[in-house]
């Protein structure tokens, strides 16, 4: 078995998303067979890329250069997972990245669990977004893609707590924002054979995304802990370090307060 920065690191320069995917679920059914079994594998060290390897397609493109199509309509649906799939795709290399990048900070062995955990699940996410495109009759690649997801992480790259409050804590606590609204929209297409897949996939999505960003929450306050900060003030000063823009109501108050994101943390932030 190899240590966990390295499965990282393997994770983040394959290009393919079928293989990407696969081969982080099989790290991290490893590594958590290991812990089940009250093992204590290696972190290790590694060298993770700037930029995690990505297929040839989709083409990216600047935010404003997407296309935008009526949501309602079966080309508008297709293009939602497609964007669905891309941020999925994309948060799969967050969460190794997170394990690869910061391993000179001493966390606990939880620290890797939970991102472990995430890593599996945002793999098991794009594989339900990528099926449903194909039972759609696309696939993920055919649309163009936003350019600048990869933006947070370049930004925090040297900086665990800004890539906690950027990342989990702000960028996936804005899919609990929108995705009902989204799984409205597929539960209105009865006439769509596959938008009752879509909804299935888009409700275990939304169920656990409230892990992922709880992990950030929970992992942001420990360290405000160890360096004796504030967690509300440490974590406006750093979103308006390194996020652009300010956040975007309305919020999912109920879903942010389950994953531990009290009000007072994102209401002076939005615009």
């Known amino acids: 078995m190899l240590p966990l920065a390295q499965m990282a690191e393997a994770v983040l320069t394959t290009a393919d998303a079928r293989e990407k995917t696969a081969l982080s679920r099989r790290f991290a059914a490893q590594w958590q067979a290991a812990r089940a079994a009250g093992e204590t594998p290696p972190v290790g060290h590694a060298a993770p890329p700037p930029r995690p390897s990505r297929p040839a397609k989709p083409d990216l493109l600047d935010p404003r250069d997407v ?3 009526r949501p309602g309509s079966p080309e508008g649906r297709k293009a939602l997972l497609h964007a669905v799939a891309h ?3 994309n948060a799969v290399d967050l969460h190794w990245d997170i394990i690869a990048r910061f391993t000179a900070t001493p966390m ?3 620290f890797y669990d939970d991102w472990v955990r995430a ?3 945002e793999s098991k996410h794009f594989n339900l977004m990528a099926d ?3 039972a759609m009759g696309s696939h993920y690649g055919a649309l163009a893609a936003h350019a600048n997801m990869w933006r947070a992480a370049e930004d925090t790259a040297d900086d665990l707590m800004g890539r906690l409050a950027v990342v989990p804590m702000v960028l996936e606590a804005r899919g609990l924002d929108v995705t009902p609204g989204m799984i409205d ?7 769509d054979p596959a938008a009752a897949g879509a909804v299935a996939a888009l409700e275990v999505i939304y169920a656990e995304e409230v892990h992922h960003v709880a992990y950030g929450s929970k992992w942001f306050h420990f360290l405000c802990g160890r360096h004796e900060l504030d967690p509300k003030d440490a974590f406006h000063g750093l979103v308006r370090r390194y996020f652009h823009g300010a956040l975007k109501p309305p919020f999912n108050e109920e879903k942010r307060a389950e994953a531990g994101l009290p009000p007072d943390f994102y209401w002076p932030l939005a615009d």
Do not use: S, V, W, Y
């Open 67 to 69: 296309p935008r199509r």
């Open 87 to 89: 941020i999925e795709l």
């Open 108 to 110: 606990p062995m939880g």
């Open 119 to 121: 890593a599996d699940e």
């Open 132 to 134: 449903c495109l194909e």
């Open 185 to 191: 929209i597929f539960r209105r297409a009865k006439d």
